[in-house]
């Protein structure tokens, strides 16, 4: 695609994900399996809302099916996943209704906490979304009545999974088909702290003393649905915590209450104040360490470190009678470093929580910042 962004000064172009290819190479396969038409390119409207007109390639026809594939395109974003070729198998079904499933090269879930359930293929939720409503449209434009199935695959899926975190996330035997925008937009850590930079100057320049933070969609919901404030109270601050804190220090701030999914934010406790997975996963590990510290027999930290996700983790503590502990050591480990980042000048306090499980852990001074962001001059814009 030709569409591109500027970040740092470059200009960028932008790419779209392997949820996007799935759902165009399936309803390509669609068009020419109920048409008979063969397709050369195929059109595609992704959740960003651009518009993507791809080369449809590898179109293979047999009795009932027809496979049809996609060159994943990353843009100038680095992605191991980068011209890899997704394919789609869209074969008739007598009853209504669309089926979707994966084939070789694509992962399965092993582990529980996931987007999708274990033993289901690894296409998340909004990549389904889009190859089912296709799919749907499809049928009715050719007036069919019957259903479909998709077996989405990878040929390459297996030996390129090597390169991602899914064998660690208990995702096996191939990739996963991701994305919420359908649309890859290429990532410079300048341009995103120099956007941090500048909504935090407006908030300063604005007379606020005491700012709200929060790593990005996850927490912003929470501080709607949990919280019950304005979302666009908080700081979006990616997984960069510490240069955030940095910038609320020289801009002068009083105080900062970061707000974030458990997820992210148990790398705290491990002095990690840039959560991006590239700069290591240890979040069972911490969480390990810490229920061991709270008196966790040993069969349960091994179930620990085998967890995909933080939300069967806690499952894990609640069983083993340490819950409450784990998570008052760990909020202590994750406010000592973030303190240490702050400094004297800048108080500082968090809140942790999970989509399942609700507030994990908050420090002693959480509602007092919380009390004196609502008095902020866009506090009280509410």
Same mark, same amino acid.
């Given at each position: 695609?030709?569409?591109?962004?500027?970040?740092?000064?470059?200009?960028?172009?932008?790419?779209?994900?392997?949820?996007?290819?799935?759902?165009?190479?399936?309803?390509?396969?669609?068009?020419?399996?109920?048409?008979?038409?063969?397709?050369?390119?195929?059109?595609?409207?992704?959740?960003?809302?651009?518009?993507?007109?791809?080369?449809?390639?590898?179109?293979?026809?047999?009795?009932?099916?027809?496979?049809?594939?996609?060159?994943?395109?990353?843009?100038?974003?680095?992605?191991?996943?980068?011209?890899?070729?997704?394919?789609?198998?869209?074969?008739?079904?007598?009853?209504?209704?669309?089926?979707?499933?994966?084939?070789?090269?694509?992962?399965?879930?092993?582990?529980?906490?996931?987007?999708?359930?274990?033993?289901?293929?690894?296409?998340?939720?909004?990549?389904?979304?889009?190859?089912?409503?296709?799919?749907?449209?499809?049928?009715?434009?050719?007036?069919?009545?019957?259903?479909?199935?998709?077996?989405?695959?990878?040929?390459?899926?297996?030996?390129?999974?090597?390169?991602?975190?899914?064998?660690?996330?208990?995702?096996?035997?191939?990739?996963?088909?991701?994305?919420?925008?359908?649309?890859?937009?290429?990532?410079?850590?300048?341009?995103?702290?120099?956007?941090?930079?500048?909504?935090?100057?407006?908030?300063?320049?604005?007379?606020?003393?005491?700012?709200?933070?929060?790593?990005?969609?996850?927490?912003?919901?929470?501080?709607?649905?949990?919280?019950?404030?304005?979302?666009?109270?908080?700081?979006?601050?990616?997984?960069?915590?510490?240069?955030?804190?940095?910038?609320?220090?020289?801009?002068?701030?009083?105080?900062?209450?970061?707000?974030?999914?458990?997820?992210?934010?148990?790398?705290?406790?491990?002095?990690?104040?840039?959560?991006?997975?590239?700069?290591?996963?240890?979040?069972?590990?911490?969480?390990?360490?810490?229920?061991?510290? =709270? +008196?966790?027999?040993? *069969?349960? @930290?091994?179930? %620990?470190?085998?967890? !995909? $996700?933080?939300?069967?983790?806690? /499952?894990?503590?609640?069983? =083993? +009678?340490?819950?409450? *502990?784990? @998570?008052?050591? %760990?909020?202590?480990? !994750? $406010?000592?470093?973030?303190?240490? /980042?702050?400094?004297?000048?800048?108080?500082?306090?968090?809140?942790?929580?999970?989509?399942?499980?609700?507030?994990?852990?908050?420090?002693?001074?959480?509602?007092?910042?919380?009390?004196?962001?609502?008095?902020?001059?866009?506090?009280?814009?509410?």
């Amino acid at each position: 695609m030709e569409e591109y962004i500027v970040k740092d000064g470059k200009k960028l172009r932008l790419g779209y994900t392997t949820g996007s290819c799935a759902a165009a190479a399936a309803k390509a396969a669609a068009v020419m399996l109920l048409t008979g038409r063969r397709l050369e390119t195929v059109a595609l409207l992704t959740p960003k809302g651009i518009r993507l007109e791809l080369e449809v390639r590898e179109v293979e026809t047999g009795p009932g099916y027809v496979s049809c594939a996609i060159a994943k395109d990353a843009g100038d974003d680095p992605d191991v996943t980068d011209g890899a070729l997704i394919f789609a198998r869209v074969s008739r079904r007598e009853e209504p209704g669309i089926v979707i499933d994966g084939g070789p090269g694509v992962g399965r879930v092993t582990k529980p906490g996931l987007d999708q359930p274990v033993g289901a293929a690894a296409i998340n939720s909004v990549p389904r979304r889009m190859i089912r409503e296709n799919l749907e449209e499809v049928c009715a434009l050719a007036d069919w009545s019957g259903g479909l199935e998709a077996v989405i695959s990878v040929p390459e899926g297996e030996r390129l999974a090597k390169k991602t975190f899914n064998p660690r996330l208990g995702i096996a035997g191939g990739i996963s088909i991701l994305g919420t925008t359908g649309i890859v937009e290429p990532m410079s850590d300048g341009a995103l702290v120099g956007t941090i930079r500048a909504e935090l100057s407006q908030r300063r320049a604005a007379g606020d003393c005491y700012v709200l933070l929060t790593p990005g969609n996850y927490g912003s919901e929470f501080i709607r649905d949990g919280l019950g404030l304005d979302p666009a109270l908080a700081v979006q601050t990616s997984n960069f915590i510490g240069d955030a804190l940095d910038l609320c220090r020289e801009l002068g701030f009083s105080g900062a209450l970061l707000v974030g999914h458990v997820g992210k934010l148990v790398k705290l406790a491990g002095g990690m104040l840039n959560t991006h997975s590239r700069w290591g996963d240890c979040r069972m590990e911490i969480l390990a360490a810490h229920a061991g510290a =709270a +008196g966790a027999p040993p *069969e349960r @930290l091994g179930e %620990l470190l085998e967890c !995909a $996700a933080c939300d069967d983790a806690l /499952r894990i503590l609640r069983e =083993a +009678g340490v819950y409450r *502990e784990t @998570l008052e050591r %760990l909020t202590r480990r !994750a $406010a000592f470093h973030l303190s240490a /980042r702050a400094g004297e000048d800048l108080e500082v306090g968090t809140v942790l929580f999970s989509k399942v499980y609700g507030i994990l852990g908050r420090t002693e001074n959480a509602e007092a910042l919380l009390n004196c962001i609502r008095s902020c001059p866009l506090g009280r814009r509410q």
